[in-house]
């Protein structure tokens, strides 16, 4: 059975803490998957619904002080619980607060994924990479490189998302080329493919096939998009965004294991850079 197909059938909580400004997309796309969307930030309960959820994302997009802290205290539960956590770093090198949020986070919850730009993920280990606002910048560093060091540095999943998708767990890597520009053109898709991720790593009990879960969830999420820009017929983003809710809740699949573009590549310690 597909991972997408597990997702539909087991309709995964996922326990969001997201920004302001795309809580309502968030929750409307893991719905059209399958999945069962949880917004929950207040200290008192955060813990909770962390514990009792199949995944929890964690997204850093409008920030403040008592948000950093619901982060933590849901991550730390997560970990406790043996619920795989998904770190969004958005805007990781914005900001120097943002910046630092990030690295704290990193520091005090075990992550499992983390997904990003590839700027967002340079400065959570610590890298620079050029960044405009929330967006990777130009930069003549190699992604790759870059992904393989994230993951071993972090003990984790690393999703560099971009014209190519790049994901890893520091020794397999594999390339997704599904998806359209319009996705850059519409806020909050970056984030709900974080909590997409999420509803798919939530449905994998074994951690050795987490990778091959996240890399279904991002070509599928690609495919829905290439998809939806034919249904909207060059009608702009504001269709797109519509058709694109309906191509998540009607994808199947036979047109993911057909449509998905998916490279996979090896590379143990010792054959990349330093």
């Given amino acids: 059975m597909s991972i997408l197909q597990q997702v539909r059938n087991r309709n995964p909580l996922v326990h969001n803490i997201t920004n302001v400004v795309v809580t309502n997309f968030t929750a409307n796309g893991l719905l059209a998957l399958g999945a069962s969307p949880f917004m929950a930030y207040a200290h008192e309960e955060v813990e909770d619904v962390a514990a009792m959820a199949g995944a929890v994302m964690l997204n850093i997009g409008t920030l403040d002080p008592y948000t950093v802290q619901s982060i933590k205290l849901a991550g730390q539960a997560a970990n ?8 969004d770093p958005v805007g990781a090198g914005a900001t120097a607060y943002r910046t630092a949020a990030a690295l704290e986070i990193v520091a005090e919850v075990k992550v499992d994924i983390v997904r990003g730009n590839v700027a967002e993920v340079a400065h959570v280990i610590g890298e620079n990479w050029q960044i405009k606002g929330v967006d990777a910048g130009g930069g003549a560093g190699d992604r790759k490189e870059l992904a393989l060091r994230a993951a071993r ?24 080329t599904n998806g359209h520009i ?12 974080s909590s997409v991720v999420a509803a798919f790593a939530a449905v994998v009990q074994d ?11 991002v070509a599928c999420y690609g495919l829905a998009a290439e998809l939806a820009v034919v ?11 519509t058709a694109f809710l309906n191509r998540l809740s009607t994808i199947t699949p036979e047109q993911v294991n057909e449509h998905c573009r998916i ?11 330093h």
């Fill in 153 to 176: 540095k972090l003990g984790c999943i690393v999703v560099i998302t971009g014209e190519q998708d790049i994901l890893t767990d520091g020794t397999q890597l594999n390339i997704v």
């Fill in 207 to 217: 951690a050795e096939r987490r990778l091959e879960a996240v890399t279904e969830a």
């Fill in 231 to 241: 249904d909207a017929g060059g009608q702009g983003t504001g269709s797109f965004q």
């Fill in 263 to 273: 490279q996979r590549h090896i590379y143990p310690a010792h054959e990349t850079k």
């Fill in 80 to 87: 406790r619980a043996g619920v795989p956590v998904i770190f």
């Fill in 182 to 193: 319009l996705l850059t053109r519409v806020t909050g898709t970056g984030c709900l493919l």
